[in-house]
């Protein structure tokens, strides 16, 4: 191995890592969830009385334009997290999804 090769398989890559996501279909398939995930998540925050999403995160401890970007669809969050948004909402995991699931 040259010294210019890295052993990380990711620094020998493309060096644009939207070239390599767009070459896998299904990573671009699987954020398709986002956006509607996002809308569902802030039609609870409001129908719970939260007027705004800077409210809610700053009293359930998230990042303020983090969790705007979750609402927005913009970024994949862990379970984890939804777990949190979704104790912060006050609702089970049933009710949560009974209706987002079609």
């Known amino acids: 191995m040259s010294k210019k ?5 990711l620094k020998n ?5 939207s070239k390599d996501q767009a070459k ?3 990573k671009d398939s699987d954020r398709e969830i986002l ?4 809308e569902h998540i802030r039609k609870w925050r409001i129908k719970k009385g939260y007027g705004s999403y800077e409210t809610f995160a700053i009293k359930y ?7 705007g970007d979750i609402e927005r669809g913009k970024i994949d969050i862990q379970f984890t997290t939804l777990e949190r948004i979704i ?3 006050g609702v ?3 009710e949560f999804f009974s209706d987002f699931i079609k």
């Not at 090769?5 to 398989?9: A, H, I, N, V, Y």
């Not at 890559?13 to 890592?17: E, F, G, M, N, R």
């Not at 956006?35 to 996002?38: I, K, N, R, S």
Request: aromatic content about 10%; cysteine-free; proline content about 17%.
């Open 87 to 89: 104790n912060g909402l």
């Open 13 to 17: 890559s493309s060096t644009d890592p």
């Open 5 to 9: 090769q890295s052993k990380d398989p």
């Open 24 to 26: 896998d279909p299904a």
């Open 61 to 67: 401890n998230l990042g303020i334009s983090w969790y």
């Open 92 to 94: 089970s995991y049933k």
């Open 35 to 38: 956006p509607p995930l996002g």
